[in-house]
């Protein structure tokens, strides 16, 4: 199947700085999907990109789905320790039902 | 409360002795389905519903089978557990290509 690559793996961050991760694929998706996965916990939507080009945001978080649609980035500006957890990326094609293709995930941890 | 809903949530066994993981979904979603999650991996699909008595394999269906019985239950059936198929496993419903809601995992143990 389709693969996508996440990167970092992992980042150890001080409070109060910005985070960037991104994520690259082969193959083309027509929606970009990034989600929070919390100890303990299943995934839970962050942010929802639908156009090439789309930049969106959500509180503290922005998202960007790439001109390609082969690729997208997460920003995380001034963390803090809530923002703790692993990060998905995920794509989804229309013509495969709603089957998402998820990264490996990076995991962010923060420092206070 | 919205919500998807997975039983067990962590469960140890033996190669060959099969088991079945419950998920129920009580937002009448179309669409359910199954992931495993495993380290650097992200989460692969391991079959998929879009409906009632409608199923379909996902990137990783070896040694799973699921029903589709009800549009609140989709279970996850592993005839003859191997360790290959130890993992964190979660259950996922939508409606339509909405957003996937996520369950809160079941952590499977094969020894």
């Known amino acids: 199947g389709q693969q996508l690559n996440q990167s970092p793996q992992s980042m150890f961050i001080q409070e109060g700085e910005d985070v960037s991760m991104n994520c690259t694929s082969s193959?083309?998706?027509?929606?970009w999907l990034w989600y929070k996965q919390d100890p303990g916990e299943g995934p839970v939507l962050l942010i929802a990109?639908?156009?090439?080009?789309e930049l969106t945001s959500n509180g503290r978080l922005t998202a960007q789905f790439g001109i390609t649609r082969k690729d997208s980035f997460l920003n995380i500006s001034a963390s803090i320790p809530s923002d703790v957890g692993i990060y998905f990326c995920?794509?989804?094609?229309?013509?495969?039902?709603?089957?998402?293709?998820f990264g490996g995930g990076t995991r962010l941890m923060v420092k206070p | 409360e919205a919500q998807v809903t997975q039983n067990p949530r962590y469960l140890i066994t033996v190669t060959g002795k099969k088991l079945t993981v419950t998920c129920s979904q009580n937002?009448?979603?179309?669409?359910m389905s199954w992931y495993r999650q495993d380290p650097g991996l992200g989460l692969r699909q391991i079959y998929y519903?879009?409906?009632?008595?409608?199923?379909d394999k996902g990137d990783v269906p070896e040694g799973y089978k699921v029903s589709r019985k009800e549009k609140r239950n989709f279970p996850l059936i592993l005839e003859s557990p191997s360790p290959n198929q130890t993992s964190l496993y979660f259950c996922?419903?939508?409606?339509?290509?909405?957003?996937?809601?996520f369950g809160p995992g079941t952590r499977l143990t094969v020894l």
């Open positions: 996922a419903s939508s409606l339509g290509n909405s957003e996937q809601f």
């Open positions: 193959s083309i998706f027509n929606t």
């Open positions: 990109l639908y156009k090439a080009g």
């Open positions: 995920a794509g989804q094609t229309n013509n495969a039902g709603n089957m998402l293709t």
């Open positions: 937002m009448n979603h179309e669409y």
């Open positions: 519903s879009m409906n009632v008595e409608v199923t």
